[in-house]
Structures are given as C-alpha cells and as structure tokens.
C-alpha cells in the first residue's frame, strides 16, 4: 500500500457491520473535528456489498473521501450456517476418510435417540492416498505423489471449487501436506488450497479436519464478496484497501483475508464485544456482559479487566467445531423478530423462526402476520410506532393487539395485552439463560458484572434482564444500535496462533517452548508490518491450554511471560483450576495441550464523547422530554415520561420508569432504576429493587 494512505489513514474512518436485519454504519470525520455520522439501512441478502455502499451514501460523506473502511461480515457465519457452501473436496491419510464424519461420541440431542448430522464435505468428494506420518513426526509411509495428482484430478473432475488437504498427524511434521499443496497447486485452477496445519497446528484430528474444511468451503464465497464489495467501491471512488473484522475481535487487510477465511466467521458479534470492552474500560467498567439483541438473535459474552474472552474451541453448531480463536460468543434464537406461537400441548413458544428483514414483524407493515417480540414491545408501550425505523406500511397498534389475541390469546385464555407481556417475559428467561450460560457455568458471580447493553433490541430488555440475573447495574452506550459498528472502528489488528504440544509438564523442554512462543512473536509483527494501517505499539500476550493428564477438559491459563519454568505453568493451572471448579487436585500431574500466542496492533484512541452531537443536548431535564404515555410493567399500565435520548443533559439524574428514545435504539427504565450519564454519553443504570 502506498505512502500516501498509511500517512492520511483514520482521518476518515468508516465502519460497517451488515446484520440480519440492518447494514449500521458509524463514521467518525477527523478532518471535521471527530464529527460523528450514522447510518442505519436494510441488509441487501441478496448481494450484501449493496447495502454497504447504501449506508456510506445516507452519511452524505464523498466515499472517494473516506481514508479507512473496516467491515464486520455475515458473509462466512451466514454460508456455515445455512450451508451454502462451496463444493469441496478432501485428500487425506489412507484409512482416515472419514474422521470428519464420525466425530466425538457426542449425540445432537442429548436426551433421545434420534438425531441428523450432514458433514461439511461428503462422503464422495473424501480421497484417500498412502502416507503416514506418526505422532512423533517421524516417517511411517512417504507421500504417494503419483496416487496424490490421481486423487486431485478426480475432485477436479467432479467439480470441486475448493480442496482440503488434511492428513493424520501434520501438526508434528507438515512435510507430506506441503509437498501435497506443491503438487496439488500444479493443477489446481485458483488458489483455494487449505492445509490443515496451516490454518490449526493441532493434535485432534476431527477438530482440526472440520476446521481446515469449512475454511476451504467458504474461500470462494468470501472472496467473490470481497471482490464485488471491492468493485461497488471502486465505482464510487474508494480505490483504497480496505479491512475485514476476524471472528477473534481483530482486523485484517481484504488481501488477506481468503487466505484463512474461516477466522471470519462470528464476524459480527466479535465488533460488538470489542466495542464493548473498549467502551467499558473508558467508562470505568472492566467487568462486563455484553447483551446483543439484534433481529434474529441474541449474542452474549464475557468480559474480565477489559478483556473478552476468546476461545479456540468454538462449536458454531452440532459437529461443527472451528478450532480457530474467537471471542467466546454465545448465541440464541431470540431476537426482535423472532416469532411467538403456541404449541400442540397450549404453551408459548418463541423462535427460533424469525421474520428476519423480510416481511419483518408485523409492525414493519411489510405483510408479516406473525407476532414477533418487537411487536410485543410495541404493544406493551415501549417501542413508539411513529419511531420505528425501515417501516413500509405503518400498522396501528390495535391491529397488532388484535394479533396477538387472535393467535396467542385465544389458545391461552389471554387477552392481547397479556399474551404481549407473556411473549415478553418468556423471552427474558430464554435471553436470560444465555447470560447464565456465560458466566454462572464458567464459575463467575452476574452479580460482579455490569450488563452492557446494544443491538436495536438489547437496551428495551435489559433493566428486566439485570433485575432476573441479579446483575447491579446496566450500561447502555451511546449509540447501541450501531455498536458493532463502532467496534469496526476501534478495534486493533490482531493475529493468532495455537500449536499443540501435547506432553506433561514434567517433560517439557523449556527452551523449546520459548522457542516456539517468540517465533510466534515474530510471525505476528511481520503479518502487521504487512497491513496498510500502522499501529501505535504492538502489544503480545501468551496463553496455555492445560488439564490435568487423563482429562479432557481444557482450561485456558495466561501466561505471565515467553519465558515460564515447568514449576510456573503447574502453579498457574492449579490455580485457574481452583477459580473455575473450586477444586484442588496438587497430587495430579498437569499436561499442556496447546501453546496460544496473540500478536495485537493496537490502534489509535477514539474520542467516543461525541457520538452523541454535544450541541443538542438541552440545558434541564424537562427540555429532553417528549411526552408521557402508559407502558406496561408488571402486569400494569405506569404513565411513563419519555426522553429523546440525544437532548438529555450529561448531569441528568432519571428516575424509572423512563423511556429513552433516539434513532438507533430505545432504551426502557422499569420502576425503581436510576438513571445517570458519563462524559462519553453512556447512560448507567442502577437496578431498582424488585
């Protein structure tokens, strides 16, 4: 990249998440002193580097002035998920086809005998060719080269776009897929070759071949996205490079990113902790639950000392594990337009069909005929119908009510109003058990964390969801509806690396892993020499994943330093052992699996102070107030003053119930919480009591 765009780089900075529902954009002016512009448009599914190029021209900023455009993608998570995926073919060891079939002795229902399970690349499209390497790394059988171009051309001939190479024990000795990626790329008509080594250097062979083989599916996808967004740019003038958010919360250059493209999925969510995490930290707020509520689901995760947590051992779905670091997401099917029903057996069911964009909720008047939990909010008060955002044909709220009787009320002897707030209140517990799934079954107290509350719906739920989950107080950034977009913005580069080293601590040469760790080092600070955008500073952190030896089990243990004895690490992992399970076992001995390395490029500050424009806020209260109309809490009406959120003066105190209002989000306050600002515009709630 050329002089010219690292030196004037972040003085326009773009960032763009696409969601299910809206394309968000947040774009910060620092040629016009930090002016802030938002956007919010309809997700284009059908190309979404549409709906991209849409949000940038609702700024009114040129996009041919823009210095930096960061993008937060569902392209990869979308494909994975609805299986839309690339045909693909795998060569792997003689005898071990079918590995990425058979899996774990795991079941997809726990409780029953019934259960389907579609592996990523078939049966068919699975070759075999001679070659052995052992545990060790040592030789067994060589590479079969005649066997391995046979194998290449019949996937060639089958029409496979992309191919995995993914032989038994490579993370101990890669020589045989290398020279098997030499070979295949002899014949091979574009570049979508994934080793498995490459991508994951680890010793289980199922996670690893999963991992390696939903990379490969998506290569082609991802780079057809990224070349037509590239395009829909150039045609407006942006012949810059721009950058690709990474599932592990960091960016990455749109040259490069193909290369290891399953790192993209969990895109999205990944922005939204990153924002939270740096906007908590200026807040004073280390430890945090991030609570996203978009328009098909709810994403929650865990932040300790402005840290997320990222994991190497996510399942995105049944069987699919992708073994790549990613900020510990979890997700459910409740979201704004998930649908509400009743069952065979009369009980209230929410999701995890949504109405997604289209038709949407029945409030959107897109012809959705289905109750949704946006609609329940909009019944119950809390969401405006005049404020609603992307709404084609506005349907009143009698009508909704009428909707809710006819298919929910009736069947449950409710009346609309009711059925409203039961839809309401079920979908609280179903949010609510993600949060406990993040933090009371990893060992940690709701009650030590602040909520952090985005998305378009996250805010409306969240002083109900504190008050379930006995969380002390709520932070609601200043533009929570576009927060993902804001973690495009202020999130660092960031590379990562795992190699197993799989042996009893006892054993362990130090040296060796000193080794490893600081080429990892290395490695890193050369991929973001690499990057058009220059960091500030590097920052590098190590990791452990150890157990103890016999388990399976795997517990993620920071390392102080690349330089740790064998007595440090046996000392670290009781500890953390200790903090999750409460248990102490010192006669055991402990086994490091993995060796985890993060290599960080840590960006320049953002001033979030204005993301709310200083300007309008109003000088008392009273000015900030819109109106008083009834909301339900409870299972009552309250007459309920309303604010526009963006008039409210920073030393406002509020007292609930209140409701808040501003373009990209509402914010609701139930009876007894107490509302107050910070510099940068957060609103922190303190939750009443019950």
Known sequence: MDEKFSASAGNVVAGIDVGGTFTDLLLIDGKAGGKVHIAKTPTT?????????????????????????????????????????????????????????????????????TGTFVPVIPRDLRLEVSERVEASGSVRIQLDEAEMREAVKKLLDAGCESLVIHFLHSYANPSHERRAAEIAAELWPNSHITTGH?????????????????????????????????????????????????????????????????????????SGVIAAAYTGKRAGFGDLVTYDMGGTSTDVALIRNAEPAVSNEIEIEYAMPIHV??????????????IARVDAAGLIQIGPESAGANPGPICYGRGGVEPTITDANLVLGRLAPKKLLAVDNPVTVERVTGIFEEKIGKRTGLSGVEAAGAILKLGNMKMAGAIRMVSVSRGHDPRDFALFAFGGAGPLHATALARELGLPRVLVPARPGITNALGCVVADLRHD????INQPVKLLDEAALRELLERHRNEGEALIAKQAVKPDAIRVTHSADMQFVGQTHIINVPLPS???????????????????????????????????TSVIGVRPQIDLSKLIDPAGRAAKLEEAQREVRPVWYGGRWHDTPVYAREKLPLDAIIEGPAILEQMDATTVLEPGDRARSDADGNIIIDIGEV
Do not use: C, W
């Open 562 to 596: 690349s330089s740790v004895s064998r007595e440090t690490l046996q000392l670290l992992f009781e500890k953390a052992y200790f903090a999750r399970f409460k248990v102490q076992l010192p006669e055991i001995r402990a086994n490091l699996v993995n060796l985890n």
């Open 45 to 113: 599914v059908e190309n979404q580097a549409f709906g991209v190029v849409a949000a940038l021209g609702a700024t009114g900023v040129p996009i041919d002035g823009i210095d930096l455009i960061v993008h937060g993608t569902t392209t990869t998570t979308n494909a994975v998920l609805e299986r839309r995926l690339a045909k693909t073919g795998m060569i792997t060891t003689r005898g071990f086809r079918d590995v990425i079939e058979l899996g774990r002795r795991t079941r997809p229902q726990a409780y029953g005998m």
């Open 497 to 500: 690396f795992v190699n197993t």
């Open 325 to 338: 670091p990613m900020v510990a997401v979890h997700t459910v099917g409740a979201g704004g337009g998930s």
């Open 198 to 270: 490459a991508l994951l250097s680890e010793a289980r062979e199922f996670e690893r071949g999963v991992t390696a083989s939903v990379n490969a599916s998506v290569q082609p996808i991802l780079e057809r996205y990224v070349e037509r967004l590239r395009k829909e740019l150039a045609a407006k003038g942006y012949a810059r490079d721009f950058l690709i958010m990474n599932g592990n919360g960091g960016m990455i250059s749109a040259r490069f990113v193909t290369q290891e493209s399953a790192k993209t999925v969990m895109s999205g969510p990944a």
